[in-house]
């Protein structure tokens, strides 16, 4: 009999398949080898990494490993003993509150804003010059100045946050905006639509996918962010964690914070990935 | 109906447009000296070639675009920007394409009655998109619309909101022949119920007579302006299929398309002489019947049609 595979079942196949190579990469590349661990490497480094050829395992995880710290983390995702263990949800969870909170006051910033610039082929140009200087700074470069005026740790990272979201959603606010097609302003204008209305039924929706794709980076560069802002000023976030496991030397749990960045990376996008389909419009 | 002895509805006075040289000499006059007049109830069609300015002063009549120099009263006020006393049909149709057909006209008929409630906006949206006969399709997007569909949205649109004058740019022109015909006769019968005071731009001849009862032509530019005017008599109602057999059909006609193919750009002499006379000749169809008679004197009857009769469209130089 033969069968025909639909596209969504071959791609399906592929990645399972590439999983499985990955896999079993993973365990040929951390077979227990003696005497391995200190060839060519420095064997005071050796020792740090933990134990030197004594213990003959490698020290990088193993697939199994990596498979019974996953089901141990996430079986109890919610424990608190203590500032220096934590489960990974409510150390996800404090990051998300912090990328979710600089990312709504940058967009309450930079959507009304966007749309001023936009409008405004004065203001436009005028601030232009600003945005070109600030955008290119990286975020992090902010920090010191935050942890100065703000003193606060966690409104600090907030604060990066907030910055490194605005500029995307700025400048697309005001690209789309500026660029919203002259019919539908024409006949805005032909109906007499008052300027409220104009801008929320007519500007706002014709610029909506541009404006959503701006807070779609947005939220990306928020979530890279995020994990270095709380590495740099400690205490609670995935950030935080990454950098506590590295002190532990525990590299399982490393791979798994990792493991857990991404996943949650690709939700948050998938989230505006949904609302950019319903904003989107065909001509 | 119409009182043309009163003051007209419309009346343009020396309207001109001019941009300063992008190279620092003179400065381009693309039309000056318009001046024409519009009753009530009546249908203005005006053709011309392409830039010689009938686009912009029929933005300067929707308020959209300003003249250099002068004036344009309606009702016997100053037409100084939009306002819902004009709809436009744009000829690119310019519907929101993340509206459906039926939230397209609604917005339209909200933004003209504010203080309607949602069931009476709704109704009155509805009874138009019948009327243009997309009744079923009020729940699709434009983008699942043919394009004259879309256009009928557009035609919808601009009637709902009961202007006292309705602008239209080339509305049919990016249609098939086929779909033009069907839409022109929806046009005509829905003039015909609202007694709607029309201005049209439109390249096609045989539309222009189909539909109006005045045809403005306007001569080449720089320093275009107004030369002829036709008055179109022929009989109402009109109907596409027979309208080639009243007398002064062919005769009207043929001016038309003499005009533009020839007497178009004789009008140049008038721009060496700015304050020439600014009036247009107008011709009625009977003058123009003696005439056509006289050019063809062994043949006294009115030619037959000929088989799929082709459009005379000029072609966009
Ligand atoms: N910014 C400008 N500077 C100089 N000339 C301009 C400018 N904008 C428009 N024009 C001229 O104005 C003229 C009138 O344009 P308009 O669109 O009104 O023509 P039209 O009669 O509608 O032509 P068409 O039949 O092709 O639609 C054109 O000849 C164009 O070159
Ligand atoms: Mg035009």
């Known amino acids: 009999m033969k069968t025909r595979l639909s596209l969504n079942q071959k791609s399906t196949l592929l990645s399972l398949v590439l999983f499985g190579v990955i896999l079993l990469v993973w365990q040929l590349a951390t077979l227990p080898q003696a005497d391995t661990v200190a060839a060519g490497v420095d064997p005071e480094y050796a020792a740090l990494m933990g134990g030197g050829g004594a213990t003959a395992a490698s020290s990088f995880p193993t697939p199994a490993a990596m498979g019974q710290t996953l089901w141990d983390k996430l079986s109890d995702p919610f424990y608190d003993n203590g500032p220096n263990d934590k489960g990974i949800g409510i150390q996800l969870a404090y990051s998300l509150v912090r990328v979710l909170g600089g990312f709504f006051l940058a967009a309450m910033v930079a959507i009304p804003l966007g749309f001023v610039i936009g409008n405004?082929?004065?203001?436009?140009?005028?601030?232009?010059?600003?945005?070109?200087?600030?955008?290119?700074?990286?975020?992090?470069?902010?920090?010191?100045?935050?942890?100065?005026?703000?003193?606060?740790?966690?409104?600090?990272?907030?604060?990066?946050?907030?910055?490194?979201?605005?500029?995307?959603?700025?400048?697309?606010?005001?690209?789309?905006?500026?660029?919203?097609?002259?019919?539908?302003?024409d006949v805005s204008r032909t109906l007499e639509v008052n300027p409220l209305r104009k801008a929320f039924r007519v500007i706002l929706p014709a610029a909506a996918p541009t404006i959503l794709a701006g807070m779609r980076i947005s939220m990306g560069i928020a979530w890279l962010v995020i994990v270095a802002a709380e590495m740099l000023v400690g205490g609670t976030g995935i950030g935080y964690f990454v950098w506590n496991e590295w002190n532990n030397l525990s590299l399982t749990n490393v791979l798994f914070a990792i493991l857990m960045i991404g996943v949650v990376g690709m939700a948050l996008d998938s989230v505006f990935g949904v609302l950019s389909k319903r904003v989107a419009y065909q001509e | 109906m119409t009182s043309p002895l009163s003051h007209p509805f419309l009346q343009v006075e020396n309207l001109a447009r001019i941009y300063p040289s992008p190279t620092g000499g003179d400065d381009v006059t693309v039309f000056d000296h318009v001046n024409f007049r519009i009753h009530k109830g009546e249908f203005v069609a005006v053709t011309g070639h392409s830039g010689c300015g009938k686009s912009t002063i029929l933005n300067i009549l929707a308020g959209l675009d300003a003249a250099s120099t002068g004036n344009v009263f309606m009702d016997g006020?100053?037409?100084?920007?939009?306002?819902?006393?004009?709809?436009?049909?744009?000829?690119?149709?310019?519907?929101?394409?993340?509206?459906?057909?039926?939230?397209?006209?609604?917005?339209?008929?909200?933004?003209?009655?504010?203080?309607?409630?949602?069931?009476?906006?709704?109704?009155?949206?509805?009874?138009?998109?019948?009327?243009?006969?997309?009744?079923?399709?009020?729940?699709?997007?434009?983008?699942?619309?043919?394009?004259?569909?879309?256009?009928?949205?557009?035609?919808?649109?601009?009637?709902?909101?009961?202007?006292?004058?309705?602008?239209?740019?080339?509305?049919?022109?990016?249609?098939?022949?086929?779909?033009?015909?069907?839409?022109?006769?929806?046009?005509?019968?829905?003039?015909?119920?609202?007694?709607?005071?029309?201005?049209?731009?439109?390249?096609?001849?045989?539309?222009?007579?189909?539909?109006?009862?005045?045809?403005?032509?306007?001569?080449?530019?720089?320093?275009?302006?107004?030369?002829?005017?036709?008055?179109?008599?022929?009989?109402?109602?009109?109907?596409?299929?027979?309208?080639?057999?009243?007398?002064?059909?062919?005769?009207?006609?043929?001016?038309?398309?003499?005009?533009?193919?020839?007497?178009?750009?004789?009008?140049?002499?008038?721009?060496?002489?700015?304050?020439?006379?600014?009036?247009?000749?107008?011709?009625?169809?009977?003058?123009?019947l003696e005439s056509f008679e006289s050019t063809q004197p062994e043949l006294n009857v009115v030619p037959a049609p000929p088989v799929g009769k082709p459009h005379i469209h000029l072609v966009n130089a």
């Open chain 1, 120 to 185: 405004s082929r004065v203001i436009y140009q005028a601030v232009d010059p600003y945005v070109q200087v600030l955008k290119p700074i990286s975020p992090l470069a902010w920090m010191p100045l935050a942890l100065y005026t703000i003193k606060d740790a966690s409104a600090s990272s907030i604060f990066v946050i907030f910055i490194c979201s605005l500029w995307p959603m700025l400048i697309n606010t005001a690209h789309g905006v500026a660029n919203v097609r002259h019919d539908w302003l």
């Open chain 2, 77 to 288: 006020r100053e037409v100084a920007g939009p306002s819902l006393d004009r709809g436009v049909i744009f000829q690119s149709h310019a519907l929101m394409p993340w509206l459906t057909v039926l939230e397209n006209v609604s917005f339209a008929v909200k933004s003209r009655w504010p203080r309607w409630n949602k069931q009476k906006v709704c109704d009155h949206a509805m009874r138009y998109i019948e009327l243009v006969g997309l009744k079923g399709a009020e729940h699709k997007k434009p983008s699942q619309l043919s394009g004259g569909m879309k256009q009928r949205v557009g035609i919808a649109r601009a009637f709902s909101i009961e202007p006292k004058m309705l602008l239209m740019d080339e509305p049919f022109g990016a249609l098939d022949a086929l779909t033009r015909g069907v839409i022109q006769e929806e046009l005509l019968k829905i003039c015909a119920e609202t007694q709607q005071t029309v201005f049209m731009i439109t390249h096609d001849v045989d539309e222009a007579i189909l539909l109006s009862d005045k045809i403005m032509l306007m001569s080449n530019g720089p320093h275009a302006r107004i030369a002829e005017i036709v008055n179109n008599t022929l009989p109402r109602p009109r109907e596409r299929s027979a309208i080639h057999k009243q007398p002064h059909y062919y005769p009207i006609r043929n001016h038309l398309v003499d005009f533009l193919v020839s007497r178009s750009k004789q009008f140049g002499a008038l721009r060496d002489a700015p304050d020439a006379t600014s009036s247009p000749t107008v011709f009625d169809p009977a003058d123009l």
